[in-house]
């Protein structure tokens, strides 16, 4: 965007640094400002009210500088305030840049990693909100499925041994009674603050997304792991449209030796599980079809993701409660 100051070419979002005491910087390059010019900072909390302003007058004009400004988390004030927070910069009163970041408690966990790969974790919460609306049993299945999580960190550990770096990690910890974030939203909760996790999961996927395109500039395999409960010992691997599989034989995963002697298909085999693509199986679309998070970052969306439900056997992962 070219309004007076410029932000510099190079400079494609604002850069956020979170401290250990609490406070996060908001840092924007610009590619000139001049004597006199005014940055604006305004914070605006996730109901839309202003939190903080400041205005920074530069003393000296300056090519490829950098401006920040900080808030305090820790503060009283923003206790509480979980969500999409905004932050607008404005220079000499024009708008030059309006960014978002997200504030969560451990109900939402990100575990960042450097492996191309997101490991979705939709079911397996056990956190029971207080004070808070059970879904009601026409808004779909609301069985928990208790042990995903450990198996997704089995998984994690595994991948970070064969590749060397981890892979990103996003847990719903809230139990399916009471959020699936799996289905469309207006099945997902019957409880209207739920509707900020809700966001805030799909808000991480897509930032993880974004920030593997960004960094490593290529395509991120997203895999989200689900139950079914039949009796019969298999794992379905559904995808959008057939396009994640065959852009992993593209890119020769699929025929990379680590993925043969010690991959999933090896442990599968070993296990007496059976591995099958899901559209073999039509007994039940609703349950072997495609999850939401694949239709929303699938291939035949704009993100550039390849994305795949494992969907597994309660016998292999999941124990119910």
């Known amino acids: 965007m070219r309004i007076g100051p410029e932000l510099a070419s190079d400079s494609h979002a604002p850069i956020f640094c979170v401290l250990p005491t609490g406070k996060i910087y908001c840092n924007v390059q610009f590619s000139l400002l001049r004597s006199r010019d005014k940055v604006t900072y305004t914070w605006i909390t996730p109901n839309g009210r202003r ?22 988390l820790s503060d009283e004030r923003a206790q509480g305030l979980f969500g999409s927070w905004r932050v607008k910069v404005t220079v000499n009163g024009k708008r030059v840049m309006l960014a978002t970041f997200h504030v969560l408690n451990d109900w939402i966990q990100v575990e960042k990693g450097l492996l191309p790969i997101i490991l979705a974790c939709p ?53 399916r009674r009471w959020l699936d974030v799996e289905v469309e939203e ?54 959008l449209n057939g396009l ?36 073999q199986y039509q007994r039940d679309d609703k349950v072997f079809g495609a999850g939401l998070v694949v239709k929303t970052f699938g291939r035949d969306h704009a993100w550039r993701t390849d994305a795949m439900d494992l969907i597994c056997p309660r016998t292999l992962v999941f124990r119910e409660r």
């Open 51 to 72: 939190f903080y302003k400041k205005t920074l007058v530069k003393s000296l004009a300056q090519r490829r500088t950098w401006s920040w400004n900080y808030i305090d």
């Open 186 to 239: 207006e099945n997902a909760y019957q409880d209207e603050a739920m509707a900020r996790y809700y966001n805030a999961y799909y808000e991480c996927i897509l930032h993880s997304i974004q920030h593997t395109l960004k960094l490593q500039r290529r395509n991120p395999l997203l895999l989200t792991l689900r139950a079914h409960h039949e009796l019969h010992e298999t794992v379905y691997a559904s995808t």
């Open 123 to 175: 079911h397996g919460g056990r956190i029971s909100p207080a004070n808070c609306c059970k879904r009601s049993p026409s808004q779909g299945d609301d069985r928990g499925c208790t042990d995903t999580v450990e198996v997704v960190q089995v998984l994690k550990r595994h991948l970070t041994y064969m590749f060397g770096v981890s892979p990103t990690v996003i847990t719903c910890k809230v139990h």
């Open 244 to 279: 994640t599989l065959m852009s992993m034989n593209e890119r020769n995963e699929v025929g990379d030796p680590r993925f043969a002697s010690e991959g999933l298909n090896a442990r599968m085999a070993a296990g007496r599980y059976q591995l099958v693509p899901a559209n």
